[in-house]
């Protein structure tokens, strides 16, 4: 009997392997189709989203082929219209027809009134009515800038700047636009939080907008290789240290049909950015910020006469100052405005009197706040996203204004609020008067979570759970933790992917993916720690990946980022090394075969590490890398380096030029050859020091492509990386 027994027990252990082999082998390896941003697959292979925005306090669900409307309480969806039935009710013909409704906006919070946009004409459809109330023409129309109070839009058009009113009436309102003369568009080179160059009134009677003249910046030739003949494309490229280009800022009256322009005085080596309308629209805020980058100034001018009236606050820093954001004039009192500046070295808001007062710091402590996603009129509070809870999260916490008592909104978990509008700001998660949030988080286990939040009791409601797309596949393990950084003190946050299947008594070729500049973090507590697909990819293929944030990267205050002020590369260097020590201590990291990998700012690290540490890294592939910061432009360069002429120094210093005939692993340099960004010279200028010293670089051009390979060339690029690592590393 009992040897009966022992055979059962034998049998079904043996059942039991024989499962978990099947359900191991069952599991599906990734491709880069699926994991790349390029790949034909990588829509599946993404969290699944519910896309919504605001009717006023209502929120609604915008699918392709549908809109509803969601009840904030229980999440249950009443549907308004289809997309079939909006094209009938627009009576468009079938080439013109609108195909999806996920970007459809509710501009009036009384009225049933729907935006669409088929490429032709901008119309308002009633969809309880059943019929088109409004239309205009969107044919031919760039920058665009429509603004829904006065149901004007502002656009380019042959470099030129027009509106066209809410009667259909368009006017020319500049007539010398050109590639020197640019108009309506970003300017200083989208630094600054510049995304746009027009910007309405609340009203919608007045614009304000951007002419920027670069006619004096010198030219940079980028190549045309699909001409018959190869043809050239200049750039306007203002390098550190050279003639930048002139801003003035212009204001046309819809009324009166004129335009005047702000009295800011020669705009010579000058920044002007973060406008802002006062509630009556008589005045115009703006942040002016010297060419050295030490100074900024909130100055306030009359918009009808473009007179300056005065000056409400200045900041000065020796390293930099970097204002990102407009001043946010509080939806209760026109009287007064929050201002964000780190000035105590954190990202803070500051309340403020119109007349330049200071009336109390509204937020404080060793944490950043991210954005200032509104305001609850209600409450009188502000809704902000911040680093309070943990340095790699986003959270959200309600201000009182009176008080400065700050209260959770989320679950205080993972990285919230990834409801992005235009400029990178977070506000279309909130209602029109601020009692009601949408907020799409994530944490490194949760693929995707969407709650509704009621901002004035902080009761959630959770309404979306996306499923893991990854359940099928044979996914890695994702860790993060601290070292400390070379200043023996800072904590720096690191992400891990160990390779599949993980054998901790194995020793595996290990990856360090680096960036390391200004203005990125790189770890952060989102789904699998925020790890990109390609490690994912990497780690299936029996490596180690390894990511740190150094000294100089983002979310860590003005200290941690001005770390590296004037002397880039050297101090993120010591960090990044500082990992490496902590690798060389895993049993199962194999030294002798680590390789780095970064793009742009990381293409300058991934070669640095490789030139100053030769010895330590078997194999690197950097792209689109910049090689000496002389070749760099002017906003952002001289913020962190100066110029090559008052920081001789810094600019040797960090130069890799000097460092090409250190290389002694295998390093493969990729770049665009039309980057308008890291210019193609910093590659060809490091491989010409290359051939000069003897050392052997491998290199590798896209041609046509900018800073970043678009579409499938992306998945093209990644496999080349990858090869690369399999040829040298593995």
């Not at 002419?211 to 550190?240: C, F, G």
């Not at 390779?499 to 989102?526: H, L, Q, S």
């Not at 896209?702 to 990858?722: F, K």
Request: one cysteine or more; proline letters at 4%; charged letters at 20%.
């Amino acid at each position: 009997m009992m040897m009966k027994i022992k055979k059962i027990g034998i049998a079904l252990l043996w059942s039991l392997c024989i499962i978990a082999q099947q359900k191991m082998s069952a599991q599906k390896r990734f491709t880069l189709e699926e994991l790349n941003f390029g790949g034909s697959n990588y829509r599946n292979m993404v969290p699944q989203n519910r896309h919504t925005t605001w009717w006023g306090n209502e929120l609604v669900r915008t699918d392709a082929n549908f809109c509803a409307l969601i009840d904030k309480n229980t999440g249950k969806e009443l549907r308004l219209f289809d997309v079939d039935s909006l094209n009938n009710w627009a009576g468009t013909s079938k080439e013109n027809k609108v195909h999806s409704l996920y970007h459809v906006l509710f501009p009036y919070s009384a009225q049933s009134l729907v935006l669409v946009n088929n490429g032709k004409e901008r119309q308002l459809i009633n969809w309880k009515t059943k019929r088109v109330v409004w239309k205009q023409s969107a044919l031919n129309q760039t920058a665009t800038d429509w603004n829904s109070a006065s149901r004007a839009v502002a656009f380019v058009r042959d470099n030129n700047l027009y509106i066209t009113d809410k009667d259909g009436n368009t006017r020319q309102l500049t007539f010398d636009g050109s590639r020197n003369i640019v108009y309506g568009q970003s300017v200083h080179r989208d630094e600054f939080g510049i995304y746009k160059g027009t910007f309405w009134s609340n009203n919608g009677q007045k614009l304000a907008f951007y002419r920027m003249d670069q006619s004096m910046v010198a030219n940079y030739p980028l190549v045309d290789t699909d001409t018959r003949i190869s043809t050239e494309i200049a750039i306007k490229y203002p390098m550190v240290g050279e003639t930048s280009h002139k801003v003035e800022i212009g204001v046309y009256d819809v009324k009166k049909g004129q335009t005047i322009y702000l009295q800011t005085g020669d705009p010579t080596n000058r920044y002007f950015t973060n406008i802002a309308w006062s509630p009556d629209d008589k005045k115009i805020y703006l942040i002016e910020i010297n060419r050295t980058q030490t100074d900024y100034s909130l100055d306030v001018y009359d918009t009808d006469t473009g007179i300056k009236l005065e000056t409400l606050y200045t900041e000065h820093s020796d390293k930099y100052v970097h204002p990102m954001r407009p001043i946010t004039f509080l939806s209760w009192n026109p009287d007064q405005f929050i201002l964000q500046s780190d000035k105590d070295g954190y990202n803070h808001l500051y309340l403020f009197s119109i007349k330049g007062t200071l009336l109390k710091q509204l937020t404080k402590g060793k944490w950043g706040v991210l954005d200032l996603i509104g305001l609850n009129k209600k409450t009188k509070e502000a809704i902000i996203l911040s680093t309070e809870s943990s340095p790699i999260q986003n959270n959200i916490y309600a201000v009182n204004l009176q008080t400065g008592k700050r209260r959770l909104l989320d679950n205080g978990k993972g990285c919230h609020a990834n409801t992005i509008g235009v400029g990178g700001s977070h506000s279309p998660a909130l209602s029109l008067t601020g009692e009601w949030l949408i907020d799409n988080y994530t944490e490194p286990t949760v693929p995707r979570n969407i709650s509704i939040i009621n901002a004035t009791t902080a009761k959630r409601l959770s309404y979306y759970q996306a499923a893991d797309p990854w359940l099928e596949y044979d996914v890695p393990e994702y860790i993060s933790g601290t070292i400390k950084a070379a200043d023996s003190t800072t904590d720096l946050y690191y992400r891990m992917v160990k390779p599949t299947n993980f054998d901790p008594n194995k020793k595996y070729p290990t990856i360090i993916y680096v960036y390391g500049g200004p203005g990125v973090r790189n770890v952060e507590a989102r789904w699998h720690y925020w790890s990109r697909g390609w490690e994912t990819y990497m780690a299936q293929k029996g490596y180690l990946l390894f990511v740190l944030d150094n000294r100089g990267s983002s979310g860590r205050g003005r200290a941690f980022e001005q770390a590296t002020f004037h002397y880039l590369g050297i101090e993120e260097m010591k960090d990044q090394m500082k990992g490496v020590d902590f690798l060389k201590q895993l049993p199962y990291v194999d030294v002798t075969r680590i390789g780095v990998h970064g793009w742009s700012y990381g293409g300058f690290m991934t070669i640095n590490l490789m030139t100053t540490y030769p010895d330590v890294f078997k194999v690197g592939v950097a792209g689109g890398p910049v090689i000496d910061w002389k070749w760099y432009e002017v906003m952002y360069g001289e913020r962190y380096m100066g110029t090559p002429q008052n920081n001789p120094n810094g600019y040797k210093k960090s130069s890799l030029l000097p460092k090409a005939k250190n290389l002694k692993g295998k390093l493969q340099i990729i770049t665009g050859m039309n980057d308008p960004v890291v210019v193609p010279q910093h590659c060809l200028n490091f491989l010409k020091e290359c051939i000069l010293s003897g050392t052997q670089p491998d290199f590798f051009v896209y041609p046509g492509e900018p800073h970043n390979m678009r579409g499938h060339q992306s998945t093209h690029l990644h496999e080349r990386i990858s090869q690369y690592f399999d040829d040298y590393l593995k």
